[in-house]
């Protein structure tokens, strides 16, 4: 998609997308923050969107789910450390690591999924999107992407299960 088209587009989405923004945070400068976050991310896959079926509902998921991110946030209550827990969570650094390389690992697994698997996967688990939006977004039955989650999951379990038999150094 071309800068022109793209514009064209963000215009005619802007309103829409805004309106979901207010209803959500209830907050005016909050709201136009989250619209440009919405068309920053369409800007990203500028690219990919002629192949969506319905821009617009793509357009309004990513809104809503930003917004969620956005009042998920809003409940974060800073703490203070106590002594206890910063010398607890200096031992735990070995569980870290171990931790950033189980992710690592599974992302790796899930980049070696089929396509398809792979976009399904990431719309449901990353995006949080329900099996409808998914279908429509990608033009396709609600049993077709229940049936390539349940796929994806079942060999990213059985390469899980294959890692798990094996040691690691």
Known sequence: ???????????????????V????????????????DTLLKLWGIRDQLDA????PALAHAICRNLCISKLR?????PIELSEEIKIASAHDSEWMLEEEENARWLEDRIEELPASQMQILRMSQQDGLENSEIAELLGISEATVRS???????????????????PRP
Do not use: H
Request: aromatic fraction near 4%; include cysteine; hydrophobic fraction near 40%.
């Open 73 to 77: 946030k809003r409940n974060i209550i």
């Open 21 to 36: 923004s207010r209803r959500f945070l209830g907050n005016e400068a909050e709201a136009e923050d989250n619209v440009q």
């Open 148 to 166: 390539a989650l349940c796929k994806a999951r079942k060999r990213l379990l059985e390469k899980l299960m294959m890692r798990n038999k094996t």
């Open 1 to 19: 998609m071309e800068r022109r088209e793209f514009c064209t587009l963000a215009c005619n989405l802007r309103a829409d997308i805004l309106s």
């Open 52 to 55: 969506v079926r319905s821009v």
